[in-house]
């Protein structure tokens, strides 16, 4: 059975940093790309970064280039993203992701980051 487990959210305040990390688990896994998205409340799940294996490419949303760096761990069975100056805004469930092109999509359950003012 696969599963992504994040580990690393936490209260800050802002302006502070944050390292994410995501490791995924079972025998049957493997992925296209993995990468992270976030949910505050009251607002729909939105991307944040991701990285694909096949070349390297990261993509990052926006609102948070420049201050997060996503990057994959060993065996592409894991992924971190440091999350420097952090903002009020950024505060949400962080959701660990797996792409599998042409396949769904594998989830992790989430690890709150609340940046205070």
């Known amino acids: 059975q696969v599963q992504l487990v994040e580990s690393g959210g936490g209260l800050v305040q802002a302006g502070e940093s944050l390292r994410l990390s995501c490791a995924a688990s079972?025998?049957?896994?493997?992925?296209?790309?993995m990468g992270w998205y976030r949910q505050a409340p009251g607002k729909e799940r939105e991307f944040v970064a991701r990285i694909i294996w096949s070349n390297g490419n990261i993509y990052y949303a926006e609102s948070v280039k420049g201050r997060f760096t996503i990057s994959g761990g060993v065996a592409k069975r894991t992924v971190y993203l440091q999350m420097n100056s952090l903002k009020p805004e950024d505060t949400a469930v962080y959701y660990c992701n797996a792409v599998r092109f042409g396949f769904p999509d594998y989830w992790g359950q989430g690890t709150q980051v609340t940046v205070s003012s």
């Open positions: 079972g025998r049957s896994f493997s992925s296209d790309g």
